[in-house]
């Protein structure tokens, strides 16, 4: 692709996902209509490459994602804005942008045959979505850990996962350490394991609590919002068979509660909340991704 053609893919790629980033953050909600201009952008931007390799790569991507997705999604894991956003940046950007990055020269490592290759062997679609997972486990840990302060719970670990998180964590580290093909691992890169290692540990051996005390609350009707995500194993079981009530609450699923509630006088059902916002994360995961082609590498070499 030319460099203007690249950049004009990365800007539209930069604006959507900064918009839904910012609606996801203040609302928590994401509006499909801009996701939605993002795919067609890189509709367009593909079938005008006259490429069919190029054409099917993109959007046998965009649609595989969209497929496992929307499994994803019916388990509640994921929201169908975040699904489709990630099917939108395949689109826009099924490669590295590497003519961008290369004209930003913000690292002199994107001229690196042995980098591009590394940067090269997965869709940059994968980079974006391992960094944006990492940064949220590292974030989603912090926040969970500040509204537990803010809260005043004492917090109360299962001490038998925070010692197999712990040895986990350790070992993973020393394992990495001796595989790492350049040898003694870089203060950015034990800086980046640390933070990942001890996030880690605070969310599998705190999991309960946090789920306790900040994300499981129990609603009411009129408080559920459009694909809130229901806790049916928090449900009596024969109720979630009975009505077949899926996690995602959507019209139909909200209708079925309300059933519940008049025939078996059922006020408040438990709704997972505070649950962490993907969308931002993505988007820092976009930047890190456009401005050192593959952050893992650029840690790992730099």
């Known amino acids: 692709m030319e460099l203007n053609f690249e950049l004009l893919r990365v800007a539209i790629a930069l604006i959507g996902t900064a918009i839904v980033a910012y609606q996801d953050y203040k609302t928590s909600f994401i509006d499909d209509k801009i996701v939605y201009v993002m795919i067609a952008g890189g509709l367009l931007l593909n079938l005008l490459t006259l490429d069919a ?3 099917l790569f993109s959007i046998g991507g965009a649609l595989l994602i969209g497929a496992v997705g929307y499994f994803v999604y019916r388990q509640g894991q994921f929201g169908a804005g975040d699904i489709l956003l990630f099917a939108a940046l395949q689109l826009l950007l099924p490669f590295p942008a590497l003519e961008a990055a290369k004209a930003l020269q913000i690292t002199p490592l994107v001229n690196s045959a042995f980098y591009i290759s590394i940067a090269e062997v997965f869709p940059f679609f994968f980079s974006i979505f391992i960094i944006s997972s990492v940064l949220a486990i590292v974030g989603s840990s912090a926040w969970y850990a500040y509204l537990l302060y803010k809260k005043q719970i004492k917090w109360k670990p299962n001490h038998a996962m925070l010692v197999v998180s712990t040895i986990a964590a350790i070992t993973f580290m020393v394992w990495f350490s001796v595989i790492n093909p350049t040898g003694a691992l870089n203060a950015a890169a034990i800086v980046s394991l640390l933070a ?4 880690t540990i605070f969310s599998t051996s705190m999991k309960d609590q946090i789920m306790n005390e900040v994300i499981v609350q129990k609603l009411s009707i009129k408080q559920i919002e459009d694909e809130d995500i229901l806790a049916t194993e928090r449900m009596d079981a024969k109720l979630v068979k009975k009505y077949d009530i899926e996690r995602v609450l959507t ?5 079925k509660l309300k059933k519940i509630q008049r025939e078996k006088g059922v006020k408040t059902f438990p709704v ?3 649950l962490p916002r993907f ?4 988007f ?3 930047i ?15």
């Open 53 to 55: 390799t190029f054409i």
């Open 196 to 199: 990942i290692m001890g996030a």
């Open 251 to 255: 019209v139909e699923n909200v209708n």
């Open 272 to 274: 997972y909340k505070n």
């Open 279 to 282: 969308a931002p994360y993505v």
């Open 284 to 286: 820092v995961s976009l």
């Open 288 to 302: 890190l991704n456009l401005l050192l082609v593959s952050p893992l590498v650029f840690i790992l070499l730099s």
